[in-house]
Structure formats: structure tokens, C-alpha cells
């Protein structure tokens, strides 16, 4: 018995263009933190991505939810931006945050003076901290170096930036916004300084699709360069590439930050069963084709194994990068010291009225950037309703959950349905977790593929990176309905490269082991390398 | 003479298919043999016998159809590949004394000498491999006349879709169709191995026949998935035959799979049968010269451990997934003997960012360099030691998995290897 599922989508008919009142471009944090905010409003919005949710910076950083201490030296304005929207999101997103707390810790040779200076700076920022004696520091968090010789301890907490993305648009969705995956913008079209319509494709299937916006933001974060320069406009972006590594088993409770001026490896941040060990900063010319490297994997885990010695030891199991997307002019003072404040652009000054861009900024503040996008949006269409994500919580959805590391096992074993078999067994997620995500995946675009529902679950991303789980969700995706023809085949050689982009960096020890393993169960065994090339012997 | 020592004449290290193969192969020639290492590998070979499954190495990855024609473009495109020192022949009659053991243990392989066969997956892919196990023999026939079809699957068995393969390969195959049945009676469904011992079962395997009558529309042949029995698995198939009266063949799925299972416990059958004696999920700790040129190997690891006389040593102890080798941050060592690895020459060079990439990686040629009669060699370029062997995929310049000829590798360069240590203690003593 294979139970249909609901492949029917609420997805637009290609014949007529879209109308709507705002066309938000990117769907990152910022994007569909602006779809929310912009349907509790009341207004109508497309949110278009050219990929997937957090597929840019949004999606490649560490989850952590600052408590503005980062800052306290570069720009006060950021520290205290990310102290007030920290407390914000810990009271109306809690089911997206683990506040666990962070110390600041240096050691043997660290700046002597920024260790002085840090808490000064800390008070005139607001942001509460407090003197941690080193022994004490070393208790709470037992893998700490013994050559500590400071710590403090600040307000800083996890957060699941996937969860976050994926709730945000939940809620648009639910109050009618519509979400364009795999879409990307090709041509504006601007007439008497408006842009009249949006020319559109979707990247899998080549359909072209056209919107006609009161209002169009660019929020394509370190692409909005090159969205603003298809009206005519020339922005000046920085491209700063961070690598970040992700280990196996959790390694401490709270989040460790270098206590010294921002530099490479000096964050590392929990969440649920992993940690996250980052990060450089690379100027880079573009923001695309960005992949971690061996040579930066090697200075992340020996920078990194100064303050946390076990890193030097412990399995990774993927590596990853983004770019952040910072505005600002050229300076000397290096990447880390330009304004993480963001830049809200309203271009009718350039000449195109009803165009907005919103870039730079962080993941900590992307609901005041998105509160002063809506601001602009709204008033230059004459609404009055005022911002209710700083009051209303984020609702919690059934089908967001699955991101979360050591989730899946819980609600597994609690439901207790020995039909629900299991497909992924590192993380533990059974075919309910797929069915709940391709049911929610099918009202938002024609195709629903294993990437897709691998980046919103954990599957691939236990010790075996999918080389088992891919194979048993393609089948059920099958099953069920959602996967049709010959197309499984091109799907999971896609999910394993998208994954292996993660893991050749880090393949020594164990994860070596296992990528033997991986390629002995699909090149050797299954032979999906040659599947591309037997078009003849038919 | 010490009391608790085994004495032979070669210790086989490792118990993959290189050193099972090896030990057979020893025994069989009148070696006392031991075999020490985990025979678990085996199974992952997914019970297919490979033996060169692309056209050329550097022409993208064509499969291979005439494996014999494309051994020819491999050994120009790859003269250091261990295929390349080995004459045909000797490859072919590793092939036929390996089979022809397993078939007197009761495990049959079928194969057409000149050509390799195609067998359909549970992905819907389509395997190239030389030999396969008789229970896919209409795997291979099907694939290639494509008559009507049925695929089943067993509700709840996981990673097994029939519907998928239908989907993936209905489009070229007009006459192909999938159900999926409830193996009611049965207890475990979930994996390959509790399900095939099910089948086993009388009662479960007629349930089987009758949820299948009722499937079927006029099809000639129906395709299962690879958990038809365990021990008795021809009879399971040869009944199913019988019963509906029609041909019936297994798909192989994710290993670790029946197949494979099967060979493993075969080749285990055949240690016993030809006298060899085995040290299996034991590992070796230490190997030390003892006077003459022979060796002492300490067996491991619980203590005490067990000490092994051998006059000479077979290195299969496989690459990283065997722990033959092991990969640090900073380079690739060889665990037993700490002999050296040709390697690429740092990190960033192992892997290409395409991970299927047309040339495979370059880390999938690390490995042991040896002499042409399969010795590993020592940092000046001779020998190591005079009377130690290597075979299997801890070869260098051997990328197994791209070219799909794995088992072929290891049985041929074990048989190889075993002929050259007969053949020196045959010019010592001779």
C-alpha cells in the first residue's frame, strides 16, 4: 500500500503574470523574516529565492545569537543592537533558541590590554557580563585549556537559523504570502522610474514567470550587488568569505568565544548533539562557487585547539562556507572591523522608486532589519499597521522541527508507532519527519527533491552523510508518491555532491573511513557514476 | 619450539576478499595457512564479482561491456595499475579456481567469459559486474530483452522501492510493472536479513507465492529483492520457480546485503573445509623478524595474545575502510609494517571538489608499491622483505571503486601473490 500524497500545489498558473503588493527577493533570514512581518501587516508579498531557504550567509554561519560582547570593541551601535534584539528573540522565538549562555575566555599570550579593557567596554555597550574565576570557568566547561588566564561570562545563545527561516515563511505562507523556490530573477523592467515587472525562472524547470510589484526588495543578501545592477544600480559590496566546522558530539554547553580582538576560530557554538568551530575571513571577488578549503580547515582546528584543546582530536563531520555580505567602502582596518550594521537603501533617490535594497546586517539583528524594510514598505504604500514582530511570538510548526540535532530521536521514541520505520539512523528521523516536510515542501514549488527535504531535517548530516539515509528516503519519496519517473538518480548524485562540498576538506581518521564506505556503496556497488552515460547500450 | 605458538607456512593478514581469497588459494596449494582479520568486509561487497567495469580509466565513466578489450586500454592508460602484472590468463584462472571453490561449498556464480553483464539495482541503476550470483542470473537476461516484468517489494523492508526501479528504467521498458506486498506471517520486515530468514519459513514463503499469484498479469519473470533465504537460498529461489512457474530473480539493495552475506559464509565454509586455520575478528597486534627469514606475529586484541610463525606473510589488510592504511592529517601511513605509501603528495591533493569526478581521486591510488612479484617495497626501492607479500586493495594505483574492479583486484593479485611466494619457497628449497 502506498498512501497517495498530496502532490496537488497552490502554485500559481504560468499563463498570467503574478500580482502582488511587494516582491521580497532572497530568501534568507532577512527575506522571509520581511515576509512575516509584511503579512502581519496585512499586505500581500512573493517571496522568490534562486536556490532555497538560508541558502547564502543565512544558512552558512554559526548559529549564534549575539549577545552584542563580539562587538563591544568595533561598533557599539551593533552591540547594543544585537543585546536588544537578543532579548527580544529569546522571549518571542523560543522554540528557535537554546540560551545557553557563552563565556569569554583567553589565553596564555592573548592581548593583555583588550582582556583589561573588555569589561569597560561591555558596560558602556549595556551588555551584562560577569567575572568568571578562571578554576570556575574550567568546571562549567570542562574542555576549556588549562593556560586559561580569563573568563567572562555574557548572555550569548545557540540559534537554529533553518528553524528560524522556516518558521518566519511558515507564518507568511499562512497569511497568504507565496514562496517561488529555485527561482531567480532575470530582467526588471522599469518604466517612468518603476519597476513595472519582474521577469523570473525557475532554474529547474526553465519556466518563466512574471510578477508585477508595487514595491520589489532586494534582499538577496551578498547577491544584492547584482540584483540592484539588473535595475541600473551600482552597490558597493564587500564579499568576506567565513568557513565554520561542525564536529560530531557537542563538545560544551555553553558558547566559547576568544577573548580578543575578532579573528579566525575564535567562536565555538553549541547546538543540540553538534558543535560549531569558526570561522576566517577571506575577502573574496564574488559571492558565488564558495567552498571550504583544506588549508582553512587546518588553521580553523589549530587556532581553535588553542582555546579548546580537544578540537585538536575530536571527528569532524562537515565543513562549510559563506559570504558575509558587507556594505561599506574600501578601508584598511580588515573585513572584521567594517560596520555589521546593516544598510536599508531606498533607491528612489537613485531613481527607481519602487525599489528598496536591505543587505549587510547580521543573523542576530535580521528582525529589525526586517522591521525597518516593512516600515519603508509600508509607508511608501500609505499603511499605517505597525510592526508585530517585536510583540506577537513566532508560532511553531509541526513540519520546521526537524532541523534540530537530537530532535528527531525523542519524538520518535515517544511516539512509539513501530510502523514508522526510520530512515535516517544516525539522527534518527522516520518516514513521518519526510512525509511532514514534502507535504509542506509541495505547497511551494513544482519540485520537491532530496536536497530539499535533506536541508529541512537532519538527514545527511550524521556520521554517514547520507550514504545510507539517501538511498532509504529516495525509495519512500518514491513510495509515497513524491518522486516520479527517472529522476531519483540525478537527485541523489546531486544530495551526495552537495554534501561531499561539506566533506572532503575534513576526510582523514574516521570520516576517511567512511567516505570509503560512501563511495564503495555508490560508484563501486551502485554505480550511479556511470548512470549519466548509458544512454547508448538502451 | 614454544609452547602456544602456531606455526605455518604463510599468514594471511587480513579477511576481505584479497586475504580469504589468498588463504584458498595457499591452502589449496598445499600451504599450511592461517588467516587472521574480520571477515565483515565481505559482506559489502554486495555479493557481485567485479572485475573491470569501465571502457578506459580516462574516457569519463563509460561501463564496460567486453571487460577483456578494456583491460587492454587500462594497462596503456595505467601501466602501474596491478591488473598490469598479471598476465590475462592468470586473471581468468584466479576467476575459475575461485568459483569452482565456492560452487564446491554449494554457492554457484554465473557468468559469460568474454563479457560483462548488466544487472538492475534496487536504485533503479544498472550494475556492470563479470560474475553474479545464480540468483541473478534473470536479473541479467531480464535487463537485457526486457520482457514483461514484475518488481515487488515487501512493505516496511527499508531502502527497497519497486516502484522506483519501474519509474527509473519503465521508460525503455515498456512491459515492466511493480506491486508491493504484505509479507503477513512475517515478524521482522525492516532489514534484508531477519526478512530472508523469514523466507526460510515454509509458511512465510507460501503467503509469498500467493500474494504474488494474485499480482501478476500474464509477466514472465519477477523480480524481488535480494532476501530470498540465507543457507538455503537456491532452494528458496528453485521453489519460488516451481511454485508459480515462472522465473524469479533478486535485485541486489544496499549492502550489507544477502549476497554478500552468503559469500561470506561460504568462503567461511571453505576455510574449514581446506584446513585453514583461521584467527577471524582478531587483529594483529605487532609483526617481528624471527631467525631464518620467517615472522612473528602477535594476535591480538585481548592477551595474551596468540604468537604466529609463518615463513612468510600476505599483507591484505585493505585500505581505510580495512585499517589496512590510515589517513592522519598530514599524511597516509601503513599500520602493520609502517611501510611507505605512495601518496599524493599533501592533503588538498586527495580529493577533487566533483565527488564523482571522470578520474576518480587521487587518494584512491594510495597505497603499496611492490616489486613485480607483488612484494612491497622498502623507502630504497628493493623488497622490504624478502618473504612478505602484499595483494588486495591496499595496492597503490589501484582505484578500485572508479573502475569497478574490486573483487577482480583482489583475486587475481592474491592469486598472484600466493604463486610467487610458492614459487620462492619452491627456488629456496628446490
Redesign the interface.
Given at each position: 500500500m502506498n498512501p497517495q500524497h498530496p502532490t496537488a500545489l497552490s502554485y500559481p498558473s504560468a499563463t498570467g503574470p503574478i500580482r502582488t503588493q511587494v516582491l521580497i527577493i532572497g530568501g534568507g533570514a532577512t527575506g522571509t523574516g520581511l515576509a512575516r512581518d509584511l503579512a502581519l501587516r496585512g499586505l500581500h508579498c512573493v517571496l522568490a529565492e534562486k536556490e532555497d531557504i538560508n541558502a547564502g550567509a543565512s544558512g552558512a554561519n554559526h548559529g549564534l545569537l549575539h549577545s552584542g560582547a563580539r562587538y563591544v570593541a568595533s561598533d557599539m551601535d551593533a552591540a547594543k543592537e544585537c543585546r536588544e534584539e537578543g532579548e527580544l528573540l529569546k522571549r518571542l522565538a523560543p522554540h528557535c533558541i537554546e540560551a545557553n549562555g557563552g563565556l569569554f575566555v583567553a589565553v596564555k599570550g592573548d592581548d593583555e590590554n583588550y582582556i583589561a579593557d573588555f569589561p569597560h567596554m561591555c558596560a558602556d555597550c549595556g551588555i551584562p557580563f560577569e567575572e568568571l574565576d578562571v578554576k570556575l570557568a574550567r568546571m562549567l566547561e570542562p574542555a576549556l585549556s588549562p593556560n586559561l588566564i580569563a573568563a567572562y561570562r555574557v548572555a550569548d545563545a545557540s540559534i537554529d537559523p533553518f528553524r528560524l527561516s522556516f518558521e518566519n515563511l511558515a507564518q507568511a505562507q499562512q497569511l497568504g504570502t507565496l514562496f517561488l523556490k529555485d527561482t531567480a530573477v532575470v530582467a526588471f523592467e522599469i518604466r517612468n522610474k518603476r519597476i513595472e515587472t519582474v521577469r523570473l525562472q525557475n532554474r529547474q524547470t526553465g519556466e518563466e514567470i512574471t510578477v508585477i510589484a508595487d514595491q520589489v526588495v532586494n534582499a538577496a543578501g551578498a547577491w544584492a550587488g547584482y540584483i540592484a545592477a539588473m535595475a541600473g544600480l551600482e552597490l558597493h559590496m564587500i564579499y568576506s568569505k567565513g568557513t565554520l566546522l561542525v564536529t560530531q558530539n557537542r563538545l560544551t554547553r555553553r558558547v566559547i568565544n576568544r577573548l580578543r580582538p575578532a579573528t579566525d576560530a575564535d567562536i565555538l557554538v553549541p547546538g543540540g548533539t553538534v558543535s560549531i568551530l569558526g570561522t576566517t575571513s577571506v575577502r573574496v571577488p564574488s559571492p558565488d562557487g564558495i567552498r571550504p578549503t583544506v588549508a582553512e580547515v587546518d588553521l580553523i582546528i589549530d587556532q581553535g585547539a588553542a582555546m579548546v584543546p580537544v578540537l585538536e582530536s575530536t571527528r569532524f563531520i562537515r565543513a562549510y562556507a559563506g559570504v558575509r555580505p558587507l556594505f561599506g567602502s574600501q578601508h584598511d582596518g580588515g573585513d572584521r572591523s567594517v560596520s555589521r550594521g546593516f544598510a536599508l537603501l531606498d533607491h528612489a533617490s537613485n531613481g527607481v522608486d519602487n525599489f528598496i535594497t536591505i543587505t549587510g546586517g547580521k543573523l542576530t539583528t535580521f528582525r529589525l532589519m526586517a522591521e525597518k524594510t516593512a516600515d519603508l514598505v509600508a509607508r511608501r504604500l500609505g499603511i499605517s499597521a505597525p510592526c508585530l514582530t517585536d510583540k506577537q511570538p513566532l508560532p511553531k510548526t509541526e513540519f520546521s522541527q526537524w532541523t534540530e540535532p537530537g530532535l528527531a530521536p525523542k519524538l520518535w521514541l515517544r511516539r512509539h508507532d513501530p510502523n514508522d520505520n526510520l530512515l535516517c539512523e544516525c539522527d534518527m528521523v522516520p518516514k513521518s519527519a519526510v512525509e511532514s516536510i514534502t507535504a509542506q515542501l509541495s505547497r511551494s514549488g513544482r519540485q520537491t527533491d532530496l536536497t530539499a527535504v535533506a536541508l529541512r531535517s537532519r538527514i545527511g548530516k550524521g556520521p554517514c552523510q547520507g550514504s545510507y539515509c539517501s538511498v532509504r528516503v529516495a525509495a519512500h519519496m518514491y513510495d509515497i508518491g513524491v518522486l516520479q519517473g527517472p529522476q531519483g538518480i540525478p537527485q541523489l548524485r546531486d544530495f551526495l555532491q552537495e554534501r561531499w562540498l561539506g566533506q572532503h576538506p575534513l576526510l582523514w581518521d574516521l570520516p576517511l573511513v567512511q567516505s570509503d564506505l560512501m563511495q564503495a556503496l555508490h560508484c563501486a556497488f551502485f554505480n550511479i557514476d556511470q548512470e549519466q552515460n548509458q544512454e547508448e547500450p538502451w | 619450539m614454544e609452547a602456544g605458538r602456531i606455526h605455518c607456512d604463510l599468514l594471511v593478514i587480513g579477511a576481505g576478499m584479497a586475504g580469504a581469497s589468498a588463504a584458498l588459494f595457499a591452502a589449496k596449494r598445499g600451504l599450511k595457512t592461517v588467516l587472521v582479520g574480520s571477515t565483515a568486509g565481505l559482506q559489502?561487497a554486495?555479493g557481485m564479482l567485479?572485475l573491470l567495469?569501465?571502457q578506459a580509466p580516462n574516457t569519463?565513466?563509460?561501463?564496460a561491456?567486453r571487460p577483456w578489450e578494456a583491460m587492454a586500454a587500462l594497462i596503456q592508460e595505467q601501466p602501474l595499475h596491478p591488473y598490469a602484472r598479471i598476465p590475462l590468463q592468470e586473471i581468468r584462472r584466479a576467476f575459475v579456481e575461485f568459483t569452482e571453490l565456492l560452487a564446491s561449498a554449494g554457492l554457484s556464480y554465473y557468468c559469460e567469459p568474454e563479457n560483462n553483464l548488466?544487472i538492475i539495482?534496487?536504485?533503479?541503476?544498472?550494475?556492470?559486474t563479470y560474475l553474479v550470483p545464480k540468483s541473478m542470473q534473470s536479473n541479467a537476461a531480464a535487463l537485457a530483452q526486457k520482457p514483461p516484468c514484475l518488481l515487488v517489494d515487501f512493505?516496511?523492508l527499508?531502502?527497497?522501492?519497486a516502484?522506483?526501479i519501474s519509474?527509473?528504467?519503465?521508460?525503455?521498458w515498456p512491459g515492466l510493472r511493480h506491486a508491493?506486498i504484505?509479507l503477513n506471517g512475517a515478524v521482522h520486515k525492516?532489514y534484508p536479513q531477519p526478512l530472508a530468514w523469514e523466507l526460510e519459513n515454509q509458511a512465510v514463503r507460501a503467503v509469498l507465492v500467493k500474494a504474488l499469484r494474485k499480482q501478476l498479469q500474464g509477466e514472465e519473470v519477477i523480480g524481488l529483492p535480494a532476501v530470498l533465504g540465507l543457507a538455503s537460498a537456491g532452494q528458496v529461489q528453485a521453489e519460488l520457480e516451481k511454485e508459480l512457474g515462472l522465473k524469479v530473480f533478486e535485485i541486489?539493495m544496499?549492502?550489507p546485503s544477502m549476497p554478500g552475506l552468503r559469500l561470506k559464509e561460504t568462503m567461511e565454509k571453505l576455510f574449514v573445509n581446506l584446513g585453514i586455520q583461521t584467527l577471524l575478528q582478531r587483529q594483529v597486534q605487532k609483526v617481528a623478524r624471527s631467525e631464518g627469514d620467517g615472522f612473528t606475529a602477535y594476535i591480538g586484541p585481548d592477551e595474551p595474545l596468540t604468537m604466529v610463525r609463518a615463513r612468510g606473510i600476505l599483507l591484505a589488510s585493505g585500505?581505510?575502510?580495512g585499517?589496512g592504511l590510515?589517513?592522519?592529517?598530514k599524511g597516509i601511513l601503513e599500520t602493520i609494517f609502517n611501510l611507505p605509501v605512495y601518496q599524493p603528495e599533501?592533503?588538498?591533493l586527495?580529493?577533487?571538489?566533483?565527488?564523482?569526478h571522470s578520474q576518480g581521486?587521487p587518494?584512491?591510488r594510495a597505497g603499496l608499491e611492490t616489486d613485480e612479484n607483488f612484494r612491497p617495497l622498502n623507502s630504497d626501492g628493493n623488497a622490504a622483505f624478502p618473504n612478505l607479500f602484499a595483494a588486495g586493495t591496499i595496492l597503490a594505483h589501484n582505484d578500485?571503486?572508479?573502475l569497478?574492479c574490486?573483487s577482480g583486484l583482489s583475486l587475481a593479485t592474491a592469486y598472484a601473490a600466493v604463486n610467487a611466494f610458492v614459487q620462492t619457497r619452491s627456488n629456496a628449497f628446490g
Open positions: - | 559489502f554486495g567485479d567495469g569501465v569519463a565513466n563509460i561501463p561491456l548488466q539495482t534496487s536504485l533503479g541503476t544498472r550494475k556492470t512493505e516496511g527499508k531502502g527497497f522501492s516502484r522506483q519509474a527509473t528504467l519503465g521508460k525503455h508491493s504484505s525492516s541486489p544496499l549492502p585500505r581505510f575502510f585499517k590510515h589517513a592522519t592529517r599533501n592533503r588538498a586527495w580529493h577533487h571538489e566533483d565527488l564523482l581521486h587518494i584512491n578500485w571503486m572508479h569497478k574490486g
